[in-house]
């Protein structure tokens, strides 16, 4: 299963499209705040009946976020040991440097800028496809 925490619809939908036509055929879940992430992944609120140990393989997270920004999200991820493995790859328009250097303080595996362009917006979810759910072998659960 892959997780995508993204608010902008169109941002979602061509994360969906460069999926499909990436042939990327997991599961994958939306939430589109910080605040339904963190009850996804630790199974609260409109998600207490979910399996809580049925987590993401991969959980592709934007950094500007209602409700709980994406770096607060990522902090809470890190400090749990249930979720402090999970692969995380911040996916964003944040051109910040501070959004990057904080990205990888808080112990993001990836930073990926979105390209406007379509084209590399594919390749760039290709690539990620390929590195995270085929070649990166994960910790045991």
Known sequence: MILLVEDNPDDEA??????????????LVVVRDGVEAVDFLFAKGTYADRDPSDLPQVI?????????????VLKR??????????????????????DLIQSYKLGANSYVR????????????????????????????
Do not use: C
């Open 60 to 72: 592709l997270l934007d950094i500007k976020l209602p409700k709980m920004d994406g770096l607060e």
């Open 114 to 141: 979105k390209p406007v362009d379509f084209g590399q917006f594919l390749e760039a979810v290709h690539q990620l496809g390929l590195y995270w759910l085929v070649i990166n072998e994960t910790p045991p659960k």
């Open 77 to 98: 991820i890190r400090a749990d040991q249930s979720t402090a493995l999970l692969p995380v790859v911040i996916l964003t328009s944040s051109k910040e440097e501070r």
């Open 14 to 27: 061509l994360t969906l499209r460069a999926l499909k036509k990436n042939n990327i055929g997991n599961r």
